[in-house]
């Protein structure tokens, strides 16, 4: 009887590079506010978002995850054909099928690389990456493209008062790749589908085929149920990674939870007791919620103004409709 050949296994993996889109539009509240009841002060005092952007007509989930998915590779110095796996996370790609990734794959030039669309809304990323470090340290892929690319301004009614503010556009997107120490500790991952309803399309697909003259299917949100969700959530499986990760809060470099929302991230890091060297991202005050692009985003971001070393460690957390959440510590670029 012959024995079945497993592939070499990686003692770790790490995150090899980063890279990044944003779209050109940038809209204010001011732009928002002409068509809902609010105001510029009101949403800055309950989200903190100041601006967001709007992807425009050439701007697509494909070619905006392609475009970030190129930076990291630069930066990495990947080749096209060492691509084992290319990940798109994303919730606003509107065509059922064929799936973004291949696509995605197709445009890096990455000819042979598997590819697959991870559904897991505001959590996306971040389940993503432990999927790329599971790939990576099986050896069933030497090297993962992981992006979070999203078009909310396709599925966000603009009139909705509780949720046309706090949504954006964008990508995000890191290579990971094999590495003789761990620099991607274990995820922490769940879900909560009886509370799915709180953050959810108002109408399904086949609702709109049958009555077209009715208003397009868009995002709703239980504002309230969900920030008292998400702050109870956020504070546990951070711990939950930490502590998975042999590490202490003081141990971190940076804390890039999801962008959702000023007010979560400001409850979260209090509730952690973060260290006062650890830098906490903001970026959801210029970029608004960009869901599974706001990890990557909100990351890149930190990177580029400098106030986190090379290879120091940062805590990422996802968070979301489903209901869906997903942690772990990453060793930065």
Known sequence: MGRLRTPRRSPGSRILGIGTYRPTRVVDNAEVCARIDSSDEWIRRRSGIVTRRFAGPGETV??????AARKAMAQSGTHPGDVG???LATMSFLEQAPAAAPRVAHLLGARSAGSLDVSAACSGFCYALGLADALVRSGDARTVVVVGSERMSDIVDPEDRGTAFLFGDGAGAVVVGPSETPGIGPVVWGSDGERHH???HDRTWPADRDA?????????MSGPEVFRWATRVVPEISRQALDKAGLDVADLDAFVPHQANARIVDAAARSLG???HTAV????VTAGNTSAASVPLALDALLSQGPVPSGGLALLVGFGAGLAHAAQVVALP
Do not use: S, Y
Request: glycine share 0%; aromatic share 4%; hydrophobic share 60%.
């Open 62 to 67: 494909i070619t905006m995850a392609a475009e």
């Open 85 to 87: 796996m290319v990940l």
């Open 198 to 200: 709180m953050i959810a």
């Open 212 to 220: 077209p003259h009715d208003p397009w299917p868009a995002l709703r």
């Open 274 to 276: 973060l260290a006062p």
């Open 281 to 284: 991202a903001k970026d959801v």
